[in-house]
């Protein structure tokens, strides 16, 4: 008995795979970056509002508000990261699925 062995199915998921590597990476980068002019935006905002603090009273108020939209902030930048492991992750799957026989 002789299976004929078909290695192009392999290659084509392993360069499916390849480019969905490229693509994730691609697009966490684009994430990084959006993230980084968020986190910019965010402080120079924060800088702005600081300079019109008087009392003590104020500067405790700013603090508590300024740490929770930074907190946010970051849940919502590691809330699209996850977003997009999950994807990567899904389609990477697939990839293998579709590798074991149909």
Do not use: H, R
């Amino acid at each position: 008995m002789t299976a004929k062995l078909d290695i192009n199915k392999p290659m084509e998921t392993a360069q499916a795979l390849m480019a969905v590597q490229v693509d994730a990476i691609n697009k966490s980068l684009e994430l990084q970056k959006k993230g980084g002019e968020q986190l910019m935006a965010f402080f120079q905002a924060e800088a702005e509002k600081a300079k019109g603090l008087k009392t003590p009273q104020e500067l405790v108020q700013f603090n508590v508000d300024c740490n929770t939209g930074l907190f946010n902030l970051m849940k919502t930048q590691g809330e699209a990261l996850t977003a997009l492991a999950t994807e990567v992750s899904n389609t990477a799957m697939a990839q293998f699925k579709n590798m074991g026989g149909k």
